[in-house]
């Protein structure tokens, strides 16, 4: 006679489930304890976790919210199985439709209503109770406004728009033209108009370029690929969300709407098209988005002689560091901004001569070549190779905040650019 693993525990004579009664009673036993531990965790969530996150569903539409546990103001929300994003889940009457070249968060309540939204950092203009009109039943809506000035370059800085509180028209939009001072033409939902009253608020999609360290907005479409939201962490510009250190997580500050939890971002790229890039947010601050890709030889910088720089940005994500790929004087330096997990490799040969190389950390000497370096200083293992061969070198190690890297080596990498790379990941 064998128990056949069910947790009522029935037996059979015929049934022999896992081939041992031992087997079957660890199984019933497992299974039970992590049914209790998700009832535990359902009833007493720990603040800000999350045990789930984003999937990529289709090109033309929003990711999938895996099933799992998210912990949103107090309230364990679980999702038992995948939960889809339809392009009609946006918030309010933002337009359903994905934007080409824009960021999104995606973002649930302790109800587990589940919405998609245009990310816009950093205000560049607002006003409270001055919304004149606002006409069009079509998807382009304009915009009037008593008082407040609308910038000139508002549409070519991308421009996201936020009205709450008007009697017809509330939501996340983008802008779709500048007409003046006091107008602008957004896109919402068709058929529906609003009135004389509420507040709007105009962002930039991306006001800084978090992980080079630059305050300059994103104008370039492509570039958009390169960076991801800072939601005001380390400094950087604050926009319709934030981290709120009371619930442990990231929350909308949309006036109305600050019930909503951020789980994850993604992107488009040209078309509406979803980017391959999407960031599922972790416990607490940890938005799992830090990478950085920089490539091409610049030459040593002309005060720290045996510094690398390098000149082709490919991303620089996240906002938990720095990155100076190509300082004329300093060469390239990362600078963290936490503590955290650092996994950085550097690849490169020379041409003529031998590559000796490493990735140094907080090195006390920036004119020499890191082969005699002490190992106090070197951030994984150094490497050297002959000519035209590739040195590698990095590892991985948890790093302080204010720990700097550096590439340093005896050569130029001049052999091959397409063999020269930095790259890496952090983790909280």
């Not at 539409?61 to 995948?82: C, D, F, H, R």
Request: glycine share 12%; proline share 3%; hydrophobic share 35%.
């Amino acid at each position: 006679m064998s128990y056949n693993g069910s947790p009522t525990r029935s037996w059979t004579d015929a049934t022999r489930a896992f081939g041992s009664w031992l087997g079957a009673e660890f199984a019933r036993i497992y299974g039970n304890t992590e049914y209790i531990k998700n009832q535990v965790a359902a009833i007493n969530p720990p603040k800000g976790s999350i045990s789930g996150g984003l999937l990529f569903n289709s090109v033309g539409l929003p990711p999938k919210i895996q099933a799992g546990n998210y912990e949103v103001a107090g309230t364990m929300v679980n999702y038992n199985s995948e939960q889809a994003l339809a392009t009609s889940d946006t918030l309010l009457e933002s337009s359903q439709a994905l934007e080409s070249h824009a960021h999104y968060l995606v973002c649930i309540d302790n109800t587990g209503a589940k919405k998609y939204v245009l990310y816009g950092e950093g205000a560049i203009a607002s006003a409270t109770g001055n919304i004149t009109s606002i006409t069009g039943g079509g998807t382009t809506k304009t915009l009037t406004v008593a008082t407040g000035t609308f910038p000139a370059n508002a549409f070519t800085r991308g421009g996201i728009l936020v009205i709450t509180g008007n009697d017809g028209v509330n939501g996340v939009f983008k802008v779709a033209s500048y007409i003046s001072g006091t107008s602008i033409t957004f896109l919402g939902l068709t058929g529906v108009t609003g009135g004389a009253s509420g507040t709007w608020t105009l962002y930039d999609r991306i006001n800084t370029l978090h992980g080079v360290g630059s305050a300059t907005p994103i104008i370039v479409d492509a570039d958009i690929a390169k960076y991801t939201p800072s939601l005001g962490e380390n400094g950087w510009s604050a926009g319709i969300a934030a981290f709120d250190p009371t619930r442990n997580g990231y929350y909308l500050t949309i006036s109305g709407l600050t019930g909503f939890r951020v789980i994850g971002t993604f992107r488009t790229g040209a078309a509406g098209a979803v980017l391959v890039d999407i960031f599922s947010y972790k416990t607490g601050r940890n938005k799992n988005d830090n990478q950085f890709d920089v490539g091409a030889n610049g030459g040593f910088g002309a005060t720290n002689t045996k510094c690398l720089r390098l000149t082709a940005l490919d991303r620089a994500l996240g906002c938990d560091y720095t990155l100076i790929p190509n300082d004329a004087a300093l060469g390239l330096s990362l600078t963290f901004h936490r503590n955290l997990l650092c996994s950085a490799f550097y690849s490169g040969s020379n041409a003529s001569t031998s590559h000796e190389t490493a990735i140094t950390i907080n090195a006390t000497t920036l004119t020499t070549t890191p082969i005699n370096f002490p190992t106090s200083q070197i951030f994984g293992v150094k490497s050297e190779s002959i000519t035209n061969y590739t040195a590698n070198s990095g590892g991985s190690s948890y790093v302080n905040k204010n720990d700097i890297l550096r590439i340093q080596s005896n050569t130029e990498p001049t052999f091959n650019s397409n063999y020269t790379k930095f790259s890496g990941s952090l983790r909280l």
